[in-house]
């Protein structure tokens, strides 16, 4: 069975702190892919990252980056320097062979300025 | 289209009542999927399209949701006699196949209020 586990419901930051949202997933597939979506307070998923199960390598994108550990089955994502404008709901996702989209609960990030 | 498009953005509806809602994937993407997403809580997969067969219903909660694609283009995902439970976001997401994509991108949803 595929799971992702998101242990923080909720986080609340004062602007420019770094925070970090945790991910760990459960699968079976041997290729899979793992997602971050932003969902702000319009509702609307915004895609952030994909990364496959063969590629470990971190990656940065301006002031966010991506942890991904198979060894710990984790795909955690770091905010540098937080905004205001990253309030929002964050899903971790996971697909395999079934093609559906396995999310986590989310974790609602809220930024105080 | 720029992106995925669905119809209505808000339905208000009364007990019983059927509903039908509108998804528009982007332009070329043959695999259609919905999603439930309740007030507070984690997206709910519902239904898998790829052209116009569904390979994975699992996701519908009764019998009282069915779903149809056509042209491979456009859904409508039907709820007959709306409960209250029913009540949530229902998301579409479309994804370009046949190559290494697997990014799911999401329309803005239809918010179903059932009195």
């Known amino acids: 069975a595929q799971k992702v586990t998101q242990a923080q419901t909720e986080i609340s930051v004062v602007e420019k702190e770094d925070v970090t949202l945790d991910c760990v997933y459960e699968t079976r597939d041997t290729t899979y892919y793992l997602f971050w979506y932003k969902q702000p307070p319009s509702g609307e998923l915004v895609f952030l990252i994909r990364r496959n199960s063969f590629d470990e390598q971190n990656e940065i994108s301006g002031r966010y980056s991506w942890n991904f550990q198979k060894s710990t089955s984790s795909f955690n994502f770091t905010i540098t320097a937080s905004q205001v404008v990253d309030s929002a709901v964050y899903f971790c996702a996971l697909t395999g062979r079934a093609s559906k989209i396995i999310f986590g609960s989310g974790t609602r990030l809220s930024i105080r300025p | 289209g720029a992106g995925v498009s669905q119809s209505p953005s808000n339905k208000v509806t009364e007990k019983g009542k059927d509903v039908e809602l509108r998804c528009d994937p982007i332009?070329?993407?043959?695999?259609l999927y919905w999603y439930r997403q309740r007030l507070g809580q984690g997206l709910e997969f519902l239904i898998y399209?790829?052209?116009?067969?569904?390979?994975?219903k699992s996701g519908l909660p009764s019998d009282r949701f069915s779903a149809e694609r056509t042209g491979e283009s456009v859904s409508t995902l039907t709820i007959q006699r709306t409960q209250q439970e029913d009540s949530a976001v229902y998301l579409c997401?479309?994804?370009?196949?046949?190559?290494?994509?697997?990014?799911?991108?999401f329309g803005p949803g239809t918010r179903l209020l059932v009195l």
């Open positions: 399209f790829q052209g116009n067969s569904a390979p994975d």
């Open positions: 332009s070329g993407h043959t695999a």
């Open positions: 997401a479309s994804r370009l196949t046949g190559t290494r994509q697997e990014t799911q991108y």
